[in-house]
C-alpha cells in the first residue's frame, strides 16, 4: 500500500476546522494575564487586540456581545487578565483567544480578598436576616453618609423632596473613593452614632469599578455598619455592584436614588391612606347631613299647630278625669258590698253578735274615713287638673290685661296693616267686650 494514501487527504479549510475543533475541546476556559497592545474597536462592536508578556503574544477578539458587560475602557499598554478559550481564525488560519472576561490585573486578588471577608462575617452572623432592622414609617429626620460632591448626593437629596417635602436632612461627609476612604467612611459613622440625632441613614455613592467601590469592602466599614445603632440603608453603586456594605446594612437599595426611595415608601403609603380615609370621611359626612335634612323634613311635614295640640291635652284630660270619677264609684261600691259581705259573715259566726256589732261599727267609721280621705285626695287632683285646665285655657290670657281684636266678619286681627281708617272693631277682654272705630293707623 502506498503510504501516501493511507490517510485522507483534507482541504486547508476542513483542516483549518479540524484544528479548531481540537483546540477547543483541549483547551478549557482560562484565565490569562497579560498586556493589552495592538486594541481596535471595529464599527461591529468587537475588540481585536494582543495579549503580550516580555516574550510572547497572542492575538485576542472580545465580541460585542460580551464587551458590553465591561464598565471601564480598556486602553493600550494596560495590564489585564482575560478569561478565554483558545481558538483559530478559519479563513486565515490565525491561532486567537476568543476573550469571555476582561478586567483588570490583580481583580482576581481582590475578589479573592471579598470571598473570604465574605464568608467570615457570614460565619460570625453578621449577613443574618434576624438582626435587620425595620426602617421607620415615618422618619423624623434622615442622615446621608457620602461625598458632598459626589453626583450620587443631588440624586438622593433631588428624590427625598420630591418623596417626602420637609424631611430634615443631616449629611455626614466623607471620602468614597481611594485609600483614606475608609477610615473617613468608619468616622462618619461613628459620629452619625454619637449624635442619635437621625431614625434612618443612608450610605451612597454613584457607580464605578471594583477598584473605585473597594472602600465599602473593607472590613472595618463592615463591622462599623453591623454595630449601628440607626437602620441604615446602602445605596453603593449600580444595580450590579455588590459590596460588603450591602450585606451587613439593614436594607440594600440597587441605587442611591432607590435608597431614597426606600427610605421615604412609608410616607408615600400613609399618605395615600390619608387620602382615603379623608375622601371616605367626606362621603360619610355627606351623606349624613343628606340623611338629617331629609329628618328634618319629615319632622316639619309632621308639626302640629299648638291650637290642635291643646285640645288634644283638653280632651285627654276629661277623659282621665271620667276615669277617676268612673273608678271613683266602683270602688264606693266594691266597699259597700265588701263591708256587708263583713257584717253578714260576722252575724254568723260569732256567738256575741253585739261586740262584734261594735267592731264592725268601728271598721265602718275606720272605712268612710279611709273613703272620705280617698275622696279628698281625688277631688284634690280633680282640682289640681282643672287649675291646669285653666291655665291652658287661652281665655286666661285675657285675664292678664290681654284682648282680642276681630273685624265685622270676626277675623282676628293681628297686625295694624290687617285695619282701615273708619273700620269698626269688636275687642274681647276677659270680662265684657266693646266695639271701637279706627281713627288713625300707625305702622
Known sequence: MNPDTASPILSVSAFNRLAQQILQ??????????????????????WYFSLKDATAQVRCVMFRGRNQFVDWQPENGMQVEVRATAGLYEPRGEFQLQVDTLRRAGLGKLYEAFEQLKRKLQAEGLFDVARKRALPAMPRRLGIITSPQAAALQDVL????????????????CSVQGAASAGQIV?????AYSRAECDVLILCRGGGSIEDLWPFNEESVARAIAASPIPIISGVGHETDITMADFVADQRAPTPTAAAVLATAHHQQIAQALDTIQFRFSRHISHYLSGLGRHIQRLEEHLVHPGRRLGA???????FASRLRNAYRHLELRRDWQRTQMLQRLQRQLPRPASYLVTAQ????RMQRAMHARLEISQTAIKHDEEQLQHLNPMAVLERGYSVVRNEAGVVIRGADQTMTGEKLHLQFASGSADVQIRKRYL
Not at 433631588?158 to 461627609?173: A, C, D, K, N, W
Open 158 to 173: 433631588s428624590t427625598l423632596r420630591r418623596q417626602m417635602p420637609g424631611l430634615p436632612i443631616v449629611i455626614y461627609p
Open 313 to 319: 291635652r283638653l280632651t285627654l284630660l276629661n277623659q
Open 187 to 191: 468616622a462618619a459613622l461613628n459620629q
Open 362 to 365: 268601728l271598721l265602718q267609721n
Open 25 to 46: 475541546s483541549g483547551i478549557a476556559l482560562t484565565w490569562i494575564a497579560g498586556e493589552i497592545s495592538n486594541l481596535t474597536r471595529a464599527a461591529s462592536g468587537h
